[in-house]
């Protein structure tokens, strides 16, 4: 019953990659229907069937418009073929890097009965497809490639030029085990044998050299010379894209379809156990990247082992979620990431390039883009965000007017900036003193549970100074685009050049950061630069949740709760009790960076 689905599903692909095509020979026969007027009326001159002033007249016209067209026509053909389709970005693997996941994809094809990939890319995300790089553009393949994952002894069809590339999500590899591993690839290889069928690969050609000739219509459209001829590609290229658009979506969930069916019978089982460590590492995957990898980026610094701390940032959510609790034994089994011959180094990779895709980081390490290990992650990343954003809050309390007091309420001539400073000036009652400055919220009305959802906190004061902060904090961005230029994109082989870093960084993470919660992560910052330099308690990393504070080793748990007590009501009190029972003094002036 399996193999009747698949050979209806692979039908049904087939059945809509031929109304692509025949979409492409209606432009082509629209193309050349004024060629053919022209033929008929200058062969009906030379035989003397259509003579008079008025037929040279129309020959003369036809002809003019037919080459006309014909030269619009090759030109289009032209940009659409010699087009270069996007292609990810990723971490070439060659096989002598990795031998055991290359005889593992190629014993996974020869179960399936379809052909091989030609190679293996790691890209540091949660997904894995297949991907083709056949176009003149993206290069040569590389020196007997096919011959390698296919292997000695295989059939020839295993060795086809046109096998497109499996790209594999790095996550996958470090957090599941081979097993796993085996069972979520087996639909994504599965998809190699509809790949191969001439009339699904021309179709899939044809679409790739519309959507890159569209692009490249954008690009050339830039230049004030070229740019009418750039829009009428464009034009043409995106009607004929609009009008394939159905018939090429339905063609691959053909495909997907498919290769899915094809696949049921390797490893059916496991493949439901994988599917949740699928979604165990997207959720792990994105608040390591957004919680811990961010503010490193934001600094100048990249951790170096991503992959890794994906692992930890992952096993302790299955500590944590109860529902997660039975994945820890799997941790015993043998790791995908063991088929790499060195794992470290490809690890390191792909968190260079995680960190380009997602932030727009150059290529190569220099003195303001370092890497960093997750040893020195607290000390390096953690303790100097801290004091930027301590010292970044006491710039603007500067600017606002604020003054230094004693808890009595006088002012005082004390070097350095205090916690109290910040503590005083957020409980101070009602509007702002004469001597401050800046930007004062107009006043709110409540309104119900749409307010909270406010960027602004309730306490005036706190709304004033998350407004200016709001605002340093975006004026110091805007000053500070990350550098992409120089050097060259992390991997080797053929796809090593195929993006342009002026379009970094490609998929730019993007957390909410209200005002109101920047105000609570400086304030936040100054209390744990106040402990440090007060109780000598040190910074810590969470895998989920980022920075963490550790007192004499114990991690911080009930901090931000009082610090947001302070910033929506201006009510210190529960922060206040904390600093008391920790023996934090915030009188006492800290070291900020």
Request: glycine share 10%; net charge negative; hydrophobic share 45%.
């Amino acid at each position: 019953m399996t193999g009747i689905g698949v050979e209806a599903r692979a039908q049904g692909a087939r059945a809509r990659a031929l109304a692509v095509l025949r979409i492409r020979g209606r432009a082509l026969a629209v193309a050349m229907l004024p060629a053919a007027a022209a033929v008929i009326l200058l062969a009906g001159g030379s035989s003397g069937h259509f003579t008079g002033h008025g037929w040279d007249i129309a020959r003369w016209v036809t002809s003019v418009f037919a080459v006309l067209v014909l030269l619009a026509a090759g030109m289009i053909a032209l940009v659409v073929v010699r087009a270069r389709p996007a292609v990810t970005p990723t971490v070439a693997i060659a096989e002598s890097a990795a031998p055991d996941l290359y005889r593992l994809v190629r014993d996974l094809a020869d179960r399936l009965d379809v052909p091989a990939p030609s190679a293996i890319a790691l890209t540091p995300d949660c997904d894995s497809w297949l991907e083709d790089r056949t176009h003149p553009a993206h290069g040569p393949p590389p020196p007997r490639a096919q011959d390698e994952i296919a292997g000695p002894g295989h059939h020839a069809h295993r060795r086809t030029a046109v096998a497109p590339v499996l790209v594999i999500g790095s996550p996958f590899l470090w957090w599941m085990r081979v097993g796993e591993l085996r069972a979520v690839l087996a639909p994504v290889v599965a998809g190699t044998g509809p790949s191969a069928h001439p009339d699904i690969a021309a179709a899939r050609r044809f679409v790739r050299g519309l959507d890159a000739a569209v692009a490249a219509a954008a690009d050339r459209g830039r230049n004030p010379v070229v740019r009418p001829l750039g829009a009428g590609i464009g034009w043409v290229a995106r009607l004929l894209l609009r009008s394939c658009q159905v018939h090429a979506a339905e063609m691959e969930r053909g495909v997907a379809a498919a290769a899915a069916d094809r696949a049921q019978s390797v490893d059916y089982g496991v493949r439901i156990v994988a599917q949740e460590q699928v979604g165990l590492a997207y959720a792990g995957w994105d608040r390591l990247l957004t919680r811990v990898a961010l503010p490193a980026w934001r600094m100048g610094r990249w951790p170096s082992r991503l992959d890794a701390g994906v692992v930890a940032a992952l096993t302790e959510l299955s500590r944590r979620d109860r529902l997660a609790e039975g994945f820890a034994s799997r941790l015993g089994e043998r790791p995908a990431c063991d088929l790499l011959e060195e794992p470290g180094a490809v690890d390191e990779a792909t968190s260079l390039l995680a960190a380009r895709l997602f932030h727009g980081g150059p290529a190569e390490t220099g003195p303001d883009w370092s890497p960093v290990a997750w040893q020195e992650y607290p000390d390096e990343v953690v303790d100097r965000k801290w004091r930027t954003d301590a010292a970044r809050l006491h710039r603007v309390l500067d600017v606002l007017g604020v003054r230094r007091t004693t808890p009595a309420g006088d002012i005082t001539t004390a070097d350095g900036p205090t916690l109290a400073r910040v503590l005083n000036h957020l409980t101070g009652p009602g509007p702002a003193r004469d001597g401050e400055q800046g930007p004062q919220p107009a006043p709110r009305i409540p309104l119900g549970d749409e307010d909270e959802d406010d960027d602004l906190p309730r306490n005036p004061r706190s709304a004033a100074l998350a407004t200016r902060l709001g605002a340093e904090v975006a004026r110091e961005e805007a000053g500070a685009m990350p550098a992409g230029s120089g050097g060259q994109p992390v991997g080797q082989g053929p796809d090593a050049a195929l993006w342009d870093d002026r379009s970094l960084p490609l998929l730019p993470l993007q957390p909410p950061r209200t005002d109101r919660e920047l105000l609570a992560d400086h304030v936040t910052a100054m209390v744990c630069c106040a402990a440090m330099d007060t109780v000598g308690a040190t910074p810590g990393l969470d895998w989920l949740d980022g920075p963490t504070l550790l007192v004499d080793g114990e991690r911080v748990t009930d901090l931000t709760p009082r610090v947001l007590s302070l910033v929506e009501d201006g009510d210190a009190i529960p922060l206040r009790t904390w600093l008391v029972e920790v023996g934090i003094r915030p009188e006492k002036p800290v070291r900020l960076g």
